[in-house]
C-alpha cells in the first residue's frame, strides 16, 4: 500500500467528556467492534480509580495504566483506528488538552441526564480552538433524561457549537424504544428488557403506515413531527461544515447496552477525516510529503528511580517513520535514531519498522524531548499548535532543604519539560509558583521531586484565579499598566511577562481600564 493510502485510511481521534458520562464504555464499546479486545470489561478493569487520593502507590499504579492504555490502536472495516486516551477523573491536567492536539477528530460524551458539564466544555473549548471536527454522542438514553431538543439548545449554548441530530430517540427510560438514524435512514430498535438492538429496518419514508407496527401509533405520530421539527430548524448536514468544525452532528445511545454505538462508528468512518495538513512556523507540512516529520505531545515519566527512562509520545505528521533512521532533533540540532519504537496496538505496546502520518511513535528516551520538539530529516521545522494554557490552581513552592537548591531546580525543570504542570516566577519576588490544570499534579510533582531529585520542597497557598500572557499595540498603555501591577507579573519559563490576575474581578478591571492591552489564556497568539 502506497504513503497515499495508509493516510486515508487512517483514523485518529480522541473520545472525551466529563467523568462518568460514558467514555470508558464507549472506548470499550468501540474496540470490541475493531476485535482489539474479546470482553467487555478488559478496558474497565484498568480503570484509574475515581475516589480523591493521597495514596502514592495508587498514583504510580495509575500513571503505568495510563501509558497502557493511552493510545488504542485497531483495524476496522480496511481502516487503521487509534484512539488516543484524555485523561481525565483528578488526573486531568495539561496532558488532556494537549492529547487534543495530536488528534483530527473527536467524539464528546455527553450524559443526558446531566447535559454538558464542566470538563465537556473546556475540552472542546480546545476543540474549537484548532477547529477539530466534533461528533456528540449523548449516552445513557436507557435512563431518563433531558427532553432531546433541550439538551441540544444547551449543547449549541455551553459547547458554542452548531448542531445537526443524525439519529434521533423515540423516548427514553423505560419507555426508551430505539432511534431513528437519520444518516442510514433506518429504525434502530431497543428492547430493554433483553436490553439489546433487536431490529434494524430501513424506513426512507417516515409516512410510510407500517411505522407504527414497531414503536406504536403514539410514538410513531411523535417521531414523525419531532422529524419534521428538526428538519426545519437544523440545516441539512454537509461533510465539509462538519469537517471544519462548523457543525457537530450528534448520535443517542447506550453505551453500557451497545446501543447506537456501530452507527456511531460507521458514520464516524464515513466521514471523519484522515490526516491533513499541520501548520508550522516555516510552512504547511502535508502527510503525503515524502520525507518523515513528527512532533512530540507528550512525555510519559516512569516514576521508578531505578528506570528513569521516559516514554515520549511522537504523532507522525508526514512521510514515514523508519526503525534505526536517523533523524534530526531540532531543538537539539543534532540526528538520533530510535532502535525500539512502539505502537500501541490493542493496548499492549510493540516494536515496529514504520509508522505513517495519523500514528503515535513511542519513543524510550534519557530526557532528550520536550513536548512540542520536533522531528525531521534535517529541516529545520517547528511545529505549532503546542500551547500552554493558564493554569486553574496555583501554589508556591518553596524548598525546605537549603543544601539541595541545585537538585530542586534541576527537578522542577524537567518536570516542566515533561508538561507536568508551568512554573511562573514572580518578577519582583522571584517567587516560584506551581500552576497546575488539575489538583493531583501537586502532589504527583512533590513526590516525584524527592524520589527522583532527592529535593524536597512543600506548598503555600497564594491567592491566584489566572495567569494570562499579554500583548498590546498600545506599548505606552501596555508600559503602563506593568509599571502599575509589578507585583502582580511573573515570567512563564520562556521569559515572557504574564499577569497573575487574583480574582475574575480582578482581571475584569484590568480589561475595563485597559482595553488595548489583550489578555491571553493560552500561550499560543501572534506577538505583536
Ligand atoms: P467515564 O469513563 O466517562 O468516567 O464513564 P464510564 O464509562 O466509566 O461510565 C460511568 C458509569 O456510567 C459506569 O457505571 C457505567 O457503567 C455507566 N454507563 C455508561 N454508559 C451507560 C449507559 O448507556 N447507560 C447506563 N445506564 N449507564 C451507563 P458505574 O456504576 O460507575 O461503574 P460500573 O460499576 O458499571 O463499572
Known sequence: MGLKQEIERRKTFAVVSHPDAGKTTLTEKLLLYGGAIQVAGAVKNNKIRKTATSDFMDIERQRGISVATSVMGFEYKGKQINILD??????????????????????????????????????????????????????????????????????????????????????????????????????????????????????NDMNDPSLKEYIGEKDAGKLREELELIKEVYPEFSNEDYSTGAISPVFFGSALHNFGVRELLDCFLDISPSPNQRPAEERLVSPEEENFTGFVFKIHANMDPNHRDRLAFVRVTSGIFKRNTFYYHVRLGKKMRFSSPTSFMASKQEVIERAYPGDIVGIHDTGNFKIGDTLTEGEELHFKGMPSFSPEHFKYIVNTDPMKYKQLDKGIDQLMDEGVAQLFTGKKSGRKIIGTVGNLQFEVIQYRLLHEYGASARYEPINLYKTCWITSKNKEQLEEFKARKANNLALDKWGREVFLAESKFALDMAREKYPDIEFHFTSEFEEE
Not at 485523561?87 to 477528530?105: I, K
Not at 474549537?128 to 456528540?136: D, E, F, H, K, S
Not at 449543547?155 to 432511534?179: A, C, H, Q, T, Y
Open 86 to 203: 484524555t485523561p481525565g477523573h483528578q488526573d486531568f491536567a495539561e496532558d488532556t488538552y494537549r492529547t487534543l492536539t495530536a488528534v483530527d477528530s473527536a467524539i464528546v460524551v455527553i450524559d443526558v441526564a446531566k447535559g454538558v458539564e464542566q470538563q465537556t466544555e473546556k475540552l472542546v473549548n480546545v476543540c474549537r480552538m484548532r477547529n477539530t471536527p466534533v461528533i456528540v454522542f449523548v449516552n445513557k438514553l436507557d435512563r431518563l433524561g433531558k427532553d432531546a431538543f433541550e439538551l441540544l439548545d444547551e449543547i449549541e449554548e455551553k459547547l458554542n457549537i452548531r448542531v445537526k441530530p443524525l439519529s434521533w430517540p423515540i423516548n427514553m427510560g423505560d419507555k426508551f424504544k430505539g432511534v431513528y438514524n437519520l444518516y442510514e435512514k433506518n429504525l434502530q430498535l431497543f428492547t430493554p428488557s433483553k436490553q439489546t438492538v433487536t431490529e434494524s429496518i430501513t424506513f
